[in-house]
């Protein structure tokens, strides 16, 4: 409890000893401090012109020396003074409200609302998880035109490689949520470490299910990639906790489709007539409500794993036709995008004080909330 609580209070910009820390420091006591002039300092703060070496590395130690951070809502009144403005593009999937990118948009929206009074305008540019080319052709939109930053989802790999290709090329930053893509640049990145997921997941599934029971890794059809970037990781990391741990244990791949039920309930009810002893079902994205409930209309009993408490999910652990959820804090992972897109803007510099990898919670019934 204290490690969330200490983590909270980072990101809303608190000092987690405040009984006993000093009050965050004024421009001109930093000044002061290191021995420059005020006008030295906040050129420092905001990257607006030049400073000697000597009197950055100045400001700079007693920034470090100090836990100084940086306050968005004191910029944006006096950055306001200068009459700019930003546009921000996000390019996320598109879901249904309470689905897994539903809530990463409210954190993002969220955020947008908290630091109001920065002016800028977002537009959200959506795609299809489940096809790539939908994924291209909203990337190729973004290229088009000239953002000042832009938020993206990393669910396929080579187009985020591309667009973020185009981005370095006319010095636009970019923040990823959900992900992490080898061969690009983001200013920061917000999610899940990936690999220790798949992990859980496994280590989970393996207590869960009787000794003998072969398990099933599913996931869902997709048009123009055959596996999203995170689910990659899971799985990689899912098979290599059992070469590592347990040989013995058979793990069975399939994959369903996540747009018709009656076609989910089709492919997932010819699976297990090949693998009839499949006691476990893994299911590797945030639609394992889909898996369940396909199981339960089939007449399938088997211990179901699934990622991140979205409305679906949550019916189903309810109903207790799904046994565990692996919840990332989407939410959370929205909000960092976005305040730490508007630091850099603003400073020049990423939020150093908030964490690449949220935390990991391990939801049953009993805690669903």
């Not at 591309?162 to 992900?179: A, N, S």
Request: glycine letters at 8%.
């Amino acid at each position: 409890m204290c490690e969330v609580h200490t983590y909270l209070l980072a990101v809303r910009g608190i000092f987690s000893n405040f009984a006993t820390m000093p009050q965050q420091l004024t421009i001109k006591q930093i000044a002061t401090l290191a021995g420059v002039s005020v006008g030295t300092v906040d050129r420092v703060l905001h990257n607006r012109g030049r400073v000697s070496p000597e009197a950055m590395a100045a400001v700079k130690a007693v920034l470090e020396t100090h836990s100084y951070r940086y306050n968005l809502h004191t910029s944006a009144v006096a950055f306001k003074k200068t009459k700019k403005s930003f546009s921000i593009a996000i390019s996320i999937p598109s879901s249904e409200k309470g689905e897994y990118w539903d809530i990463i948009r409210s954190g993002l929206d969220k955020a947008f609302r908290e630091y109001g009074d920065i002016s800028v305008r977002s537009e959200y540019v959506f795609f299809d998880q489940f096809n790539a080319l939908s994924c291209r052709e909203a990337f190729e939109s973004i290229a088009a035109k000239d953002y000042s930053a832009v938020i993206l989802g990393t669910t396929f790999v080579d187009e985020t490689v591309t667009l973020c290709g185009k981005l370095d090329e006319k010095h636009i930053p970019y923040v990823f949520v959900d992900g992490k893509v080898p061969g690009t640049n983001p200013i920061a990145s917000y999610l899940a470490d990936q690999e220790v997921c798949g992990r859980l997941l496994a280590r989970l599934m393996d207590g869960l299910t009787a000794e003998g029971d072969e398990l099933a890794l599913l996931i869902p059809h997709r048009v123009g990639a055959r596996i999203s970037n995170n689910s990659a990781i899971r799985m990689q990391a899912f098979k290599s906790y059992f070469a590592e741990h347990r040989k013995d244990r058979v793990i069975r791949e399939g994959f369903y489709s996540a747009s018709s039920p009656e076609l989910t309930r089709s492919e997932i009810s010819a699976f297990l007539e090949e693998n009839p002893r499949v006691g476990g079902v893994a299911a590797v994205i945030s639609t394992g409500y889909i898996i369940s409930d396909a199981l339960s209309d089939i007449g399938k009993k088997a211990v179901v794993g699934g990622f991140d408490v979205t409305e679906g999910n949550a019916r189903c652990v309810r109903e207790g036709t799904l046994d565990f959820l692996i919840d990332q804090h989407p939410e959370q992972q929205g909000f960092n995008a976005v305040e730490s897109l508007l630091h850099y803007l603003l400073y020049g510099a990423p939020d150093e004080s908030l964490r690449e990898h949220t935390p990991i919670d391990i939801v049953f019934l009993e805690n669903l909330g």
